[in-house]
Nanobody, 125 residues
C-alpha cells in the first residue's frame, strides 16, 4: 500500500507556470505507475497525465499535451507535474494516483487504486 500527498498548488495568472508534486510513502514507489487527474467544480474527474515505473514512457490528455510535463524521481519517491502556459480552464483540484498492477499506462481513473487528497490550482484570467 502507498500513501500519496500532493503539494505545490496555488493561484497563477493565465500564461504562467506551476509545478505540483506528489510524495509517496514506502520503499516500493518504483513499482507503481503514477498518474495525475483533475476535477473542476461541477465536472467529473478527468485524466491529465501518466508515467511508467521507470519514467521512460508518458501519456497525456490532448488538452494538456505540449503544455504539461509529467516526471518522476524514484530516489525521492516523488512524481511531478510541470504546468506551463496555464489557462483558466486548467483550474481544478489536481490529484495524483498510483497503481502497481497496470501493465500499460492508463487514462482510466478506475484503473488506479491509490489516491492523494488533491491540491488546488487556480488560474486567473
Amino acid at each position: 500500500q502507498v500513501q500519496l500527498v500532493e503539494s505545490g498548488g496555488g493561484l497563477v495568472q493565465a500564461g504562467g507556470s506551476l509545478r505540483v508534486s506528489c510524495a509517496a510513502s514506502g520503499r516500493t514507489f518504483g513499482t507503481y505507475v503514477m498518474g495525475w487527474f483533475r476535477q473542476a467544480p461541477g465536472k467529473e474527474r478527468e485524466f491529465v497525465a501518466a508515467i511508467s515505473r521507470s519514467g521512460g514512457s508518458t501519456l497525456y490528455a490532448d488538452s494538456v499535451k505540449g503544455r504539461f510535463t509529467i516526471s518522476r524521481d524514484n530516489t525521492k519517491n516523488t512524481v511531478y507535474l510541470q504546468m506551463n502556459t496555464l489557462k483558466p480552464e486548467d483550474t481544478a483540484v489536481y490529484s495524483c494516483a498510483a497503481d502497481n498492477l497496470l501493465r500499460i499506462l492508463s487514462s482510466r481513473r478506475e484503473e488506479y487504486d491509490y489516491w492523494g487528497q488533491g491540491t488546488q490550482v487556480t488560474v486567473s484570467s
